[in-house]
Structures are given as C-alpha cells and as structure tokens.
C-alpha cells in the first residue's frame, strides 16, 4: 500500500519562508510526476508546482520566482520551498505523486494535507 505524507506546514509572516517535504512509501518502483497543490477556503484546488522525473519543473504564474519544486528520487520526495510568501498564499497544500507504480498497481496517490498560514 502506498502512502504519501506531507510535513513542514505552519504559521509565517508575509516575506518569510516555509519548507514543506513529501514523501511517499510502500512498495514503490518508481514515480513518474509529484507536485504540490493547495486549496484556499472557498476556492478550487489548483496546481501551485510540479516536477517530472527528468526534472522538468512546472509552476503556477502566481508562484514563479518565489517557490522552487526539488525532488529526491532515491527517496520518493519531494520538497516545496516557499519565499517571500503572500497572504494569499495561505491554503491547505497537497502532495501530489502521479503515475505510482508499486507491486500491485499504478496509481495516483494523495497526502492528507498540511496548512499554511502567512500572516499580513
């Protein structure tokens, strides 16, 4: 059984910083894409960033030279920092791994979710 859980959430004031980590377990042979998605009250969840297993990057306009995706493939994780942050960056932010494929099936695979909060 896969599972993916994320860490790294909190309470900043605007301008600063978090570091939110992912990481994925169970019988994993290999993940093709993870990323990050986040849901503000009231609003449609949405990409914030995404990154493929070549290392292709993919960000949100809203998010672009603030946030940087990483990944550690050895470690099935994957790491969102976030810069600079805005009010409106405050969400619940998903850990997204995509094309999962384990020992007994490929899939999609979601974490439960860790708040951000940025203070104005």
């Not at 859980?5 to 980590?21: F, M």
């Not at 949100?60 to 960056?89: C, H, W």
Request: hydrophobic share 35%; proline share 2%; with cysteine.
């Amino acid at each position: 059984q896969v599972q993916v859980v994320e860490s790294g959430g909190g309470l900043v004031q605007a301008g600063g910083s978090l570091r939110l980590s992912c990481a994925a377990s169970g019988r994993i042979f290999s993940i093709n894409a993870m990323g990050w998605y986040r849901q503000a009250p009231g609003k449609q969840r949405e990409l914030v960033a995404a990154i493929s297993s070549d290392g292709s990057t993919n960000y949100a306009d809203s998010v672009k030279g603030r946030f940087t995706i990483s990944r550690d493939n050895a470690k099935n994780s994957v790491y969102l920092q976030m810069n600079s942050l805005k009010p409106e960056d405050t969400a619940v932010y998903y850990c997204n791994a995509n094309g999962v494929l384990s020992s007994t099936r490929l899939g999609n695979y979601w974490g439960q979710g860790t708040q951000v909060t940025v203070s104005s």
